[in-house]
């Protein structure tokens, strides 16, 4: 967990998307240090510090994990930042406890949900780099049709 900002500053938590690295997405929002309190945390089972572990997308297991986190640090209510993965994890916090998020960004957010490696390689990877080689809108549409 990367905690920055003056203590009396305005809680903020701030969700890395999937397989980025929680200082990166700190440095996004680094004039945002001034006036917030910024709490950072590892994904569980994304790239960092945290355990290797991947916590269920099939369930509110990832609220559970930002309730427990906010009690640790005892915060009743806050904002929160969060870019794709880390605004999904925000959205199920949204549907499981909404009294605990004050405000929210979503940056490009991104569904929770587990899947097959190999569908999302066929379904996005593979037309994402055609349609970078060849700017055609067939491989444009065929991964915003999978994502929606």
Known sequence: MLVAGPTEGKPLFLLQGGNCINPMTLSWFLPLIDKYRIYAPDTIGHPGYSDQNRVSAKDNSFALWIIELMNYFNIEKCAFIGSSYGA?????????????????????????????????????????????????????????????
């Open 88 to 148: 999904g994890i925000i959205l199920r916090l949204a549907v499981f406890m909404p009294n605990k998020i004050d405000c929210s960004i979503l940056v490009s957010p991104a569904r929770i949900r587990s899947g097959s490696k190999f569908e999302m390689i066929k379904n996005i990877y593979l037309p994402l780099i055609l349609f970078n080689t060849t700017s055609s809108e067939k491989y444009f549409n065929k991964i915003k049709h999978y994502v929606n």
